[in-house]
């Protein structure tokens, strides 16, 4: 949120904003996936630098010219040897727009200025919409360019947006071609007095146009950023401007009445706790020109505040509140504080997780190669997963395949970036065009816990007529190298596609999926990543408990039960158990601390068959299955009344021992 913050700290909270996921556009491919839809109208593009009509499929585009009238092409209006033609700025649609060639020579890399007379290019009928000229602007006498004065906002504010969205890297452009002539070397205030005091004119006095705003919603759809100072040119003032010493508010204007602290629709994230313990957040309250009390309302299960009533004087000096939240069981919290003064409303969003701190208790049954592990059960569980090492313990996540990213892309996707030719149709993202080829890449992916293998599974479809289209899936390294790649071909109708790739077992992988050529389009749905081999993944929960591992190291999912006896371990080795509690949501507890266990055989007691340390039911079921030859117990333990077999008698000594 860049609410309550001005000057820097408003332009660096902007800069973060405008720049998450957004996409690179192909540079070359500008007049085919882009100008049609930011720069066009009744089907002919938008020059801001000539009246020449050019249809948005001219024959004229990127053509050779000796005169205005001839060519448009793609004009940097941030000249690209300032940025030394680096991506994603050379093709960053906020700053590069379609303009007739020949004017586009004359402005050259000149910064924009206001000149007296000047010269301004004409041919039969067209002419420059600017003129070239030596500068009047107090501080600058070199060579400008002057746009007309129609445009002069428009260009004010992509040279505020350049200053906002490559705030972390401007500064260090100012020895690069002739951009020293506007840039002053800092990233705040970025450019030099007189050229910010220019755009500041210019910015005033030419406000946005519904063209602007058009642009900014179309360059929105494919770049996935916006230029803020087309949605809100107030931010203008409060980074450079006569507001630098106010802090920003949207929708706030002169002394309006505001609860300006917490941010109306900001969320407070307690993050994951323990059942039965308590988590705080102390949260900023601050008002402007208020003459009602607040009052602090609070909804959800588990959560609390410190105070229901706030005063006006407390708030508009500045204040806080401390909210907190306990659950007594495993939870999902969700909630909400409302802050109300009259009229106004500022509503915050609570989140919260609760799990159960495991208890295992001490092991039982104990032999030289078994024990009985046992825990203290906790509620909305679905099953208990058991890791038992003679290594050290260090439990893995999961003995199954791990779901990492789940990406709906029928809205798009500002989580996977995106390059080439992509566009939002719909219901989903389309990789490809009639003339280039597009990709989506994923987020950082962790395949270090699964040795490096990962499962993709995307939904997919070929696009409108395009037959015979191949689908690229492949797994890359933390250096963007491709580790293995699979293909497939597409069908018509959207079917899911699985595939298992062997990538690096280390914490930076991503996944990288393609079309392979153009006309050869693919409609991406759905794309789900998992950690391991998902390929015969059932939906439905286990019911029945699956052991991994060997005599030294084991890991037991499924358990349905509170206890369960570990098997044919190393022969008197010594053990660390843990557990922890998988609930019917999909959520997992902590593991419990680990237990340890030694295991030897134990003083056997006459007629406890089954060495459970009591002697009952349990051990002539034993012994009935031992004569049976079902199981298989030692001679010296069931032959009871000293006789030298194990037969019926000893049942009977057994039964008379219980019975006493």
């Not at 909270?13 to 491919?29: D, K």
């Not at 092991?363 to 050290?392: C, E, H, I, M, R």
């Not at 899936?473 to 062997?502: C, F, H, R």
Request: net charge negative; proline share 3%; charged share 20%.
């Amino acid at each position: 949120k860049a609410e309550g913050k001005k000057q820097k700290a408003l332009l660096s909270q902007l800069c973060s904003i405008i720049s998450a996921n957004t996409r690179v556009i192909s540079y070359e491919n500008l007049f085919e996936d882009a100008y049609p839809y930011t720069d066009a109208e009744g089907g002919y593009l938008i020059d801001m630098y000539s009246n020449v009509k050019y249809s948005v499929n001219d024959s004229r585009i990127n053509k050779n010219y000796s005169k205005i009238g001839q060519s448009i092409n793609r004009e940097h209006a941030f000249p690209q040897s300032w940025f030394d033609k680096r991506t994603p700025m050379k093709s960053d649609l906020f700053h590069v727009y379609p303009t007739d060639g020949y004017v586009n020579n004359q402005r050259s890399n000149y910064p924009y200025g206001e000149c007296e007379g000047g010269t301004r290019l004409s041919n039969d009928g067209y002419y420059g919409k600017g003129r070239l000229g030596h500068c009047t602007a107090p501080g600058y006498s070199g060579t400008v360019w002057e746009p007309d004065d129609e445009y002069k906002g428009d260009f004010a504010r992509t040279y505020f947006y350049m200053a906002t969205r490559y705030n972390t890297q401007i500064g260090s452009w100012v020895n690069n071609g002739t951009a020293g002539t506007i840039l002053d070397g800092t990233s705040y205030p970025v450019y030099q007095s007189w050229y910010l005091n220019l755009m500041l004119k210019w910015h005033r006095q030419d406000p946005v146009s519904d063209k602007e705003i058009k642009r900014n919603d179309a360059a929105y759809d494919l770049q996935r950023n916006r230029n803020p100072f087309i949605d809100h040119p107030e931010l203008v003032e409060y980074i450079w401007g006569d507001k630098q010493d106010a802090e920003w508010y949207e929708g706030l204007t002169g002394d309006d009445p505001r609860i300006t602290l917490p941010v109306n629709g900001s969320t407070v994230d307690f993050g994951t706790n323990y059942t039965g313990s308590t988590a705080s957040q102390t949260i900023e309250v601050k008002a402007r020109s208020i003459t009602d009390n607040i009052t602090v309302t609070l909804s959800g299960a588990g959560f609390t505040t410190s105070t229901t009533t706030i005063t006006a004087a407390q708030a508009m000096e500045g204040t806080s509140i401390v909210v907190t939240y306990c659950s007594p069981s495993h939870a999902e919290a969700q909630g909400t504080l409302t802050l109300t003064a009259g009229a106004l409303k500022s509503v915050v969003n609570l989140k919260a997780r609760a799990i159960d701190m495991m208890e295992a208790n001490e092991a039982t049954n104990v032999t030289a190669t078994s024990f009985k592990a046992s825990w203290v059960p906790v509620q909305d569980v679905q099953s208990y997963t058991l890791y038992v090492s003679g290594k050290g313990i260090t439990p893995p996540p999961s003995g199954d395949a791990k779901l990492l990213l789940d990406e709906d892309m029928s809205e798009g996707t500002t989580k996977w970036r995106t390059a080439g030719a992509t566009y939002d149709e719909s219901t989903a993202l389309r990789l490809g065009s009639g003339k280039a080829t597009g990709s989506v890449t994923s987020p950082a992916i962790d395949l270090s816990a699964s040795a490096g293998v990962t499962t993709v599974m995307a939904k997919a479809a070929s696009y409108g007529t395009d037959a015979s289209v191949e689908m690229k899936i492949s797994v890359l390294n933390a250096e963007g190298n491709t580790l293995e790649t699979k293909t497939v071909t597409l069908k018509k109708d959207a079917a899911t596609y699985t595939v298992v790739l062997q990538g690096a077992a280390e914490g930076v992988n991503k996944v990288k999926i393609e079309n392979l050529a153009s006309k050869k389009r693919v409609l991406l749905t759905n794309v789900k990543v998992y950690a391991g081999d998902a390929s015969n993944a059932q939906s439905a929960p286990r019911k029945v408990a699956v052991e991994t591992g060997d005599s030294v190291q084991r890991e037991i999912t499924g358990i349905t039960d509170a206890f369960y006896t570990v098997k044919n371990l190393a022969k008197n080795g010594t053990f660390k158990y843990q557990v922890k509690a998988v609930y019917t949501d999909g959520t997992e507890s902590d593991y419990s601390d680990a237990v340890e266990v030694v295991l030897k055989d134990a003083e056997h007691k006459l007629g406890d068959l089954n060495a459970d340390g009591a002697i009952d039911v349990s051990d002539v079921t034993a012994l009935i299955n031992k004569i049976l030859g079902t199981v298989d117990l030692p001679l010296e333990r069931c032959d009871l009344n000293g006789d030298g077999e194990v037969n019926v008698t000893d049942v009977t000594t057994l039964i008379n021992m219980i019975l006493g």
